[in-house]
């Protein structure tokens, strides 16, 4: 599979979890692969060097925190010049954690607004050139909780639907050139520091699926976006197994 071939494609966030799966998954459609990340540098660069091993020169890692506006050329600046273009940008990086009414402190708000809403904006004002001068395509991960409040998340939550509407507002301002969709992940992958299997069970039961989606499905409806929907565009796809068939 090379449909991707000669592709470059950023994925924030993607030293692990759903931003790594999504990285393998263009990888070996063809693309070449930027794995970003802020603090996972272990994992950055073991996903770096196995890549590389199967394709020389088709995966590089670039450092960086999105909440400081000021660090985002740079980032670009590294990638534009080892990679030589920019065709697709994914917004995957986030913060997730409560915040109950009673108990949000403005760090909360920043914290959260930054990694899920302002750090895609800016990023994404950004690397709109580059996206324009080859055609390409920006996916955002929104969440299912952007269309329907996660109790105790109101600043998360929030945060997401603010992210569903500047997928609608980048598609409009960007088209022709450049596509702007994102997917809706629902029960996919759990916070590691959250093992309540009782919360899983009663969440999973209210999907018509009744069971649990992986980062294959995430990473699958990016690349669907990506390589095969080129009259699609301002749409976010929940990937949610009918969890939202449930009120």
Same mark, same amino acid.
């Given at each position: ?5 000669? #592709? ?16 393998? $998954?263009?990888?070996?459609? =063809?693309?070449? $692969?930027?794995?970003?990340?802020? %603090?996972? %540098? ?6 770096? %060097? ?9 995966? @590089? ?8 506006? #000021? ?41 959260? @607004? ?29 969440? $299912? ?11 998360? %939550? ?6 569903? @509407? ?8 960007? =088209? ?29 039961? #209210?999907?018509?699926? #009744? ?22 565009? =301002? ?8 969890? @939202?068939?449930?009120?």
């Amino acid at each position: 599979m090379d449909n991707l071939k000669d #592709k470059v494609v950023l994925v924030t966030g993607s030293a692990r979890r759903v931003g790594a799966e999504t990285i393998r $998954v263009l990888h070996a459609d =063809g693309a070449n $692969v930027v794995v970003h990340y802020r %603090s996972s %540098s272990a994992e950055a660069e073991a996903l770096n %060097s196995k890549l590389n091993i199967l394709r020389e020169g088709s995966c @590089m890692t670039v450092q960086g925190d999105l909440t400081d506006i #000021k660090n985002l050329a740079n980032i670009i600046d590294t990638v534009i010049k080892t990679m030589g273009k920019l065709d697709v940008l994914v917004n995957n990086a986030s913060t997730f954690y409560p915040t109950p009414v009673g108990d949000i402190t403005e760090d909360n708000w920043d914290d959260l @607004m930054g990694s899920n809403l302002k750090a895609p904006l800016f990023l994404s004002q950004l690397v709109a050139p580059y996206l324009k001068s080859t055609q390409g395509c920006i996916v955002n991960i929104v969440d $299912v909780h952007g269309f329907r409040p996660m109790k105790n998340y109101p600043v998360y %939550s929030v945060a997401k639907a603010g992210l569903l @509407m500047l997928t609608q507002s980048l598609a409009r301002e960007l =088209g022709p050139d450049v596509r702007v969709n994102g997917v809706a992940p629902g029960a996919i992958l759990w916070p590691e520091e959250d093992e309540n299997q009782s919360d899983k069970d009663v969440l999973l039961a #209210k999907t018509a699926l #009744k069971r649990e989606g992986s980062p294959n499905d995430i990473a699958k409806a990016i690349l669907f976006l990506v390589r095969d929907a080129d009259y699609i565009t =301002g749409q976010v796809i929940p990937i949610d197994g009918g969890r @939202m068939l449930n009120h």
